[in-house]
């Protein structure tokens, strides 16, 4: 075979016959398989039949008058893998593409694909609203449009994506089975409320009954069941009748197995299962694979198992003289090879039920002989030619009931397909297509990123533009081979100026580290005779970004941009020549701590101080001979002192700047001893230094973090303290800074509001953050809380849990409180009031329980302080709030109350909601718990004085409302021990 392709493959069989001349001698046959690849593309025999054979007379090989042979070649070839192949020219049907180990997920689809009636349904699935990613419904509606539509094989990666699945598990087989329900169950639910529910019950599902049935007595058990497939048992099975025979043999129970009948006890009986509806379409998954005892292993069955083509199931089932025939003819064989561990699957299909058949081999379709799909897929076959084929075997069966034939196999066209599901995905198609191609042109562009002198002027830092900004910007795309002139053209175009009014600069990296434009002093011959791929060279050095990279100056000239800072029109225009040199200028004014753009200016490369102090002062409008501080700005943390007052005359005069192109000068005026003292940042100096404490800050807004408009940024020192950060972020909310809480983040992996910094901190921003110098992304991120009173007031609160339970048979509802840390409980308990509805006819009056493992641990007074009872208001505690019921507001001398708990089998096993029971006064204090007979507790009898255990039941029955019949499985038990210690701890908080 010849191909282009180094990975093609081919499976191939061959036999070659020697027939002998003489009519009653054996032919000499030998067969030949073989996978051919690139480099085995051509296979034979090495020793085929010895010569002295050949020539033996009584072989009759060769006849003896003109000495000829008879020799025949018999060759079957599988279509290539690898390679271009047509499966629409041969076959009228497309392929999937295999992602790694998806192709037992492909003879799935198209196995499921080829049931007409359900392709119909699936495309009136409501998807328009569906996400394109992440909806199953939609990503198969896309593969069955594709398989109809397309003319090459499809890709199934949007589908397993939709499943949630990483890359790494297109490359794991999963089963095929429960893939199958998962796809048939997701589409069912997606379908319901729509005109096509039920299609997939419809069509897949039946019903069958499992029975128990006693042998001597009337007695028998049953449920209905459905299914959406059948399995099937393989091993000691001949054929799919023997398997469905063993399904249905009835297990007789009897002897040690005998079965419970109730009120019958036990009984001999019988079990096993009816099958009451076949479904149109009826999936049989035989039993390949099973797990075996001995190896405690998962095994594959290989055994020999039939199938016929035509499936008769009267015998299984009840039929009436209105039911469909259980007779279904064979339409889809899903096919294994391999083990347990992995192997290879595909599919045989009749897509339209004539027995014409198609192999399904992932992205490869061609047609085959009945033989093929059906009898070399039972298995375990003896026959030579499948020796080789001995693990390749069915593992699942598509029938349809003939009767349903037309029904279910009626042809899908076009206009069964919505057109908003067809525009989509002729949109998506378009939508990649234009991808595909921007991809594969990628090579031939270069993203363009422009720096214009508005960048440079607003600017407050190291080198000409923060490039970090520039570089976030989303790029122009310019193509490599464009002239130059063409590129300036497109630029001019772009920012809406002639061509002759601007010029580019090309940044490049300079040696000391910085980047820099350069102006590269074209005429127009060059500027006509080189490409934009051509600029590095031309900037004699590299682009400032990656190799798709290119970044550069427009340069405008100043009478065409009232915005610019240069003031030196008359020579604006002028070409730079080879002597000169470019710098850029800035001004730092001490006083307002910013700097100011002033522009750029060719010069001598033999510059003297005194010219440059001229040109500055020029620039700033200062009168001429100011003194000045000059300094080049070589890069970051990189700033060298050129000029200063007090450097010697003959410096100023006589000696040469050590400056090269594209060096940035800063200036500024010189300063005083006093005025050094007064500012704090008096000389460039001290602003870039200053700089290195600047940090950008992301305000988050706590309540509302997925709001953008109210999250923003500011550039915060890292030495400021507490007070002067909320006060930035005030003034930025412009609202009160006692009114603003800020919060830290949990961590830097964890991007949520963490715990709350305190007003009286005395952290700055850089400690803030300390945790997270290494990992925390930049901008760094704070959350703020606009608070309903001062912070300071707020911080002197505390926030307490507790729980307001309305009654003691649900569970209660909780609430956050803010409460003052001077006050009293009787201040919480009204609070709370606020927010709950009480009873009408209710006392009014609340009280705060505390609770530990759902048993009571006492009430608090109501002026007891706030401050010493919060102390223990953590851990496994809780605290309740309730009304107090009338009957206990006022007790009696002989009176008082006993919490009461819920326990399971232990006492000290209590759940549920505990609560207080008033009773009259007894000797010694008793817990009493409520237990349920079934539980196997002990009962206990309850001892006191006054109350009898029936007027306790019937108090408690009252307060729990619960009806006779199920409080009968109540009963008491009294627990001394436990008393003692509450009695202990009601002293200390009495009941109120």
Not at 209 to 224: A, G, M, N, T, W
Not at 376 to 404: H, P
Not at 703 to 729: G, H, I, W
Request: some cysteine; charged content about 30%.
């Amino acid at each position: 075979m010849e191909s282009e392709s180094t990975s093609w493959t081919c499976q191939a069989s061959a036999e070659l016959r020697l027939i002998p001349y003489k009519p009653d001698v054996t032919p000499i046959i030998k067969p030949i398989h073989h996978m051919f690849y690139n480099k085995e593309n051509d296979w034979g025999f090495t020793n085929f039949l010895a010569f002295e054979e050949l020539l033996d007379p009584a072989k009759g090989l060769v006849h003896p008058t003109d000495f000829s042979m008879n020799l025949e070649v018999l060759v079957t070839a599988e279509p290539p893998h690898g390679v271009c192949w047509d499966s629409k020219k041969y076959t009228g049907y497309i392929g999937l593409k295999n992602q790694g180990a998806t192709c037992y997920m492909n003879s799935l689809l198209q196995a499921l694909y080829f049931t007409n009636k359900l392709r119909k349904a699936v495309y009136m699935i409501p998807t328009e609203a569906d996400d394109s990613i992440k909806s199953v419904p939609l990503a198969i509606q896309r593969v069955s449009y594709e398989l109809q539509s397309h003319d090459k094989p499809v890709g199934t990666k949007k589908l397993t994506k939709s499943f949630g699945w990483e890359t790494l598990d297109s490359f794991m087989q999963h089963d095929a089975q429960e893939l199958c329900r998962v796809l048939l169950d997701n589409m069912d639910m997606k379908m319901k409320g729509t005109r096509v529910e039920g299609t997939i019950p419809g069509l897949f599902e039946g019903k069958m009954i499992s029975f128990i049935r006693c042998k001597h007595v009337d007695y028998e058990s049953s449920r209905e069941e459905s299914f959406m497939d059948i399995q099937l048992n393989v091993k000691d099975q001949k054929d799919v009748y023997e398997s469905f025979d063993d399904y249905v043999r009835v297990e007789v129970l009897e002897g040690d197995n005998k079965y419970d009948a109730g009120d019958h006890g036990l009984q001999d009986a019988e079990k096993g299962i009816a099958f009451t509806k076949f479904p149109p379409v009826l999936h049989l998954q035989l039993k390949r694979f099973q797990f075996d005892p001995i190896s405690e292993n998962n095994i594959k069955i290989n055994d020999r198992f039939e199938f016929p083509e035509r499936l008769d199931l009267t015998k299984y089932i009840k039929v009436g003289p209105t039911d469909v025939p259980p007779v279904y003819f064979l339409h889809a064989v899903l096919v294994h090879s391999g083990d347990n561990h992995g192997g290879h699957y595909v599919v045989y299909i009749n897509p339209e039920g004539d027995g014409k058949w198609c192999k399904f081999d992932d992205d490869v379709v061609v047609r085959c002989t009945k033989k093929e799909a059906i009898e070399r897929n039972y298995g375990g076959s003896s026959d030579e030619f499948l020796q080789f084929r001995n693990c390749t075997n069915a593992y699942m069966l598509v029938y349809i009931n003939e009767a349903k034939r037309e029904e279910i196999l009626q042809p899908v066209s076009e206009d069964d397909i919505p057109g908003y599901l067809s525009q989509r995905l002729t949109e998506e198609r378009e939508t990649e297509a234009r991808r595909r191609k921007e991809k594969s042109e990628q090579s031939q562009y270069l993203n363009l990123r422009v720096v214009t002198e508005d960048d440079m002027v607003i600017h407050q830092g190291h080198e000409l533009v923060d490039m970090e900004k520039i570089m976030a910007r989303k790029p122009f795309r310019i193509r490599k081979e464009s002239n130059l002139l063409q590129f300036q053209e497109t630029l001019a175009e772009w920012f809406g100026y002639r061509p002759e009014d601007i010029r580019f600069w090309p940044y490049h990296s300079r040696q000391n580290g910085s980047a820099r434009p350069t102006n590269l002093n074209l005429d127009q011959t060059t500027l006509q005779s080189h490409v934009v791929q051509d600029i590095s060279s031309l900037s004699s050095g590299h682009f400032a970004g990656d190799e798709e990279d290119l970044i550069v100056f427009l340069e405008i000239l100043p009478y065409r941009n009232p915005r610019s800072c240069r003031n030196l029109t008359a020579k604006a225009a002028q070409r730079r020549s080879d002597s000169e040199m470019t710098l850029f200028f800035r001004y730092y004014d001490p006083v307002r701590k910013v700097l100011e753009y002033k522009g750029y200016e060719m010069f001598s490369e033999k510059l003297q101080a005194k010219e440059l102090i001229e040109a500055c002062n020029v620039k700033a409008g200062f009168p001429s001979g100011t003194a000045l501080l000059i300094f080049n700005d070589i890069k970051a943390n990189n700033v060298e002192k050129l000029v200063a007052p007090d450097f010697p005359s003959g410096r100023l005069g006589q000696t040469y700047l050590d400056l090269c192109d594209g060096d940035l000068v800063v200036f500024q005026k010189a300063i005083t001893l006093e005025e050094d003292a007064l500012l704090p940042l008096s000389t460039v100096k001290d602003f870039f230094k200053d700089l290195t404490f600047r940090t950008d800050v992301e305000f988050v807004d706590k309540e509302r973090p997925s709001d953008d408009s109210c999250t923003f940024s500011l550039t915060l020192n890292l030495k400021m303290n507490y007070s002067q950060v909320v006060n930035a972020v005030a003034a930025r909310l412009r609202t009160d800074p006692k009114r603003i809480q800020l919060f830290k983040c949990q961590s830097a992996l964890r991007d949520s509001p963490g715990a709350a910094i305190t007003c009286s901190s005395d952290s700055t921003l850089k400690d803030l953050f300390t945790n997270f110098r290494t990992s925390m992304p930049k901008p760094k991120k704070l959350f703020y809380h606009h608070l309903d009173m001062d912070i300071d007031e707020m911080e002197a609160r505390k926030e307490v849990k507790v729980v307001w339970q309305s009654n003691y048979r649900e569970e209660g509802r909780e609430f956050v409180l803010l409460v003052n840390r001077k006050g009293m409980i009787k201040d919480l308990l009204e609070q709370v009031k606020k927010q709950v509805d009480l009873s009408p006819d209710g006392s009014g009056q609340l009280r705060l329980v505390e609770i530990m493992n759902s048993k009571m641990q006492g009430t608090f007074p109501l002026m007891g302080p706030l401050e010493n009872s919060l102390v223990n208001m953590s851990g496994n505690r809780t605290f309740r709030v309730e009304e107090i019921p009338t009957d206990q507001v006022k007790l009696g001398p002989d009176e008082l109350l006993i919490p009461v708990a819920h326990f399971h089998k232990e006492f000290h096993h209590c759940f549920g909601i505990p609560f207080y029971l008033r009773i009259k006064a007894v000797k010694q204090a008793d817990y009493v718990g409520i237990g349920l007979k079934k539980s196997c507790n002990e009962l206990l009898t309850f001892i006191s004085q006054g109350d009898t255990v029936l007027d306790v039941k019937e108090r408690i029955q009252k307060i729990l409302e619960v009806p006779d019949k199920e409080f009968e499985k109540v009963f008491l038990n009294v627990d001394r021990q436990i008393d003692i210690l509450l009695r202990r701890q009601t002293s200390r908080h009495p009941p109120t």
